[in-house]
């Protein structure tokens, strides 16, 4: 199984910042098998990130994905009010689909 | 527009029984993988289950193997979860979650969930 571990557990930027989340696999995922997504308070996710680097329909393109092997960022640019919300990763190539525990981005 | 509709939560006793639906509209249903995810609550995310286009293949996570039961009904458009033997671990928000066309175990449209509460 691969664990995925977030790091850090909560990050506190202000609005216009850059925010910097990491995303490390117990093992390689292969294929670059690696998603983002994001959950606002009170909502299901949604989809940001796929094939570690690939925005899904719609997202803006603050928000960047990188790495492969075992080490992922995501990174948003600048942040917007509507960007402060739990992030989570997840490999997709290999059961069991294991998320990481997820990072909270907080306003400072 | 995809829209994905979880209903059938609510409270269970501990080795009691619950079936969760979920009513998918907005795409060709019978062609994706679909799946159930959960979130216990104040917690992180959970894959549960998965069964492909078809029905004739199914996943599970290890934590509900044996007690819970994915399916669907293409004729309806509606994806269920049977859930038996819950135990009070199982309480979470039950996610439907639409899987991508190529690669079915990546989540591209989700419901907005149901709540399971397994307590005496």
Same mark, same amino acid.
């Given at each position: 199984?691969?664990?995925?571990? +977030?790091? $850090?557990?909560? /990050?506190?930027?202000?609005?216009?910042? !850059? *925010? =910097?989340?990491?995303?490390?696999?117990?093992?390689?995922?292969?294929?670059?098998?690696?998603?983002?997504?994001?959950?606002?308070?009170? +909502?299901? $996710?949604?989809? /940001?990130?796929?094939?570690?680097?690939? !925005? *899904? =329909?719609?997202?803006?393109?603050?928000?960047?994905?990188?790495?492969?092997?075992?080490?992922?960022?995501?990174?948003?640019?600048?942040?917007?009010?509507?960007?402060?919300?739990?992030?989570?990763?997840?490999?997709?190539?290999?059961?069991?689909?294991?998320?990481?525990?997820?990072?909270?981005?907080?306003?400072? | 527009?995809?829209?994905?509709?979880?209903?059938?939560?609510?409270?269970?006793?501990?080795?009691?029984?619950?079936?969760?639906?979920?009513?998918?509209?907005?795409?060709?249903?019978?062609?994706?993988?679909?799946?159930?995810?959960?979130?216990?609550?104040?917690?992180?995310?959970?894959?549960?289950?998965?069964?492909?286009?078809?029905?004739?293949?199914?996943?599970?996570?290890?934590?509900?193997?044996?007690?819970?039961?994915?399916?669907?009904?293409?004729?309806?458009?509606?994806?269920?979860?049977?859930?038996?033997?819950?135990?009070?671990?199982?309480?979470?928000?039950?996610?439907?979650?639409?899987?991508?066309?190529?690669?079915?175990?990546?989540?591209?449209?989700?419901?907005?969930?149901?709540?399971?509460?397994?307590?005496?």
């Amino acid at each position: 199984e691969i664990v995925l571990t +977030q790091s $850090p557990g909560t /990050l506190s930027l202000s609005p216009g910042g !850059r *925010a =910097t989340l990491s995303c490390r696999a117990s093992q390689s995922v292969t294929g670059g098998y690696l998603a983002w997504y994001q959950q606002r308070p009170g +909502q299901a $996710p949604s989809l /940001l990130i796929s094939g570690a680097s690939s !925005r *899904a =329909t719609g997202i803006p393109d603050r928000f960047s994905g990188s790495g492969s092997g075992t080490d992922f960022t995501l990174t948003i640019s600048r942040l917007e009010p509507e960007d402060f919300a739990v992030y989570f990763c997840q490999h997709y190539g290999s059961s069991p689909w294991t998320f990481g525990q997820g990072t909270k981005v907080e306003i400072k | 527009e995809v829209q994905l509709a979880e209903s059938g939560g609510g409270l269970a006793r501990p080795g009691g029984s619950l079936r969760l639906s979920c009513a998918a509209s907005g795409f060709t249903f019978n062609t994706c993988a679909m799946s159930w995810v959960r979130q216990a609550p104040g917690k992180g995310l959970e894959w549960v289950s998965t069964i492909n286009y078809s029905g004739s293949s199914t996943y599970y996570a290890d934590s509900v193997k044996g007690r819970f039961t994915v399916s669907r009904d293409n004729s309806k458009s509606t994806l269920y979860l049977r859930m038996n033997s819950l135990r009070a671990e199982d309480t979470a928000i039950y996610y439907c979650a639409k899987g991508e066309y190529n690669y079915g175990f990546l989540f591209d449209r989700w419901g907005q969930g149901t709540l399971v509460t397994v307590s005496s």
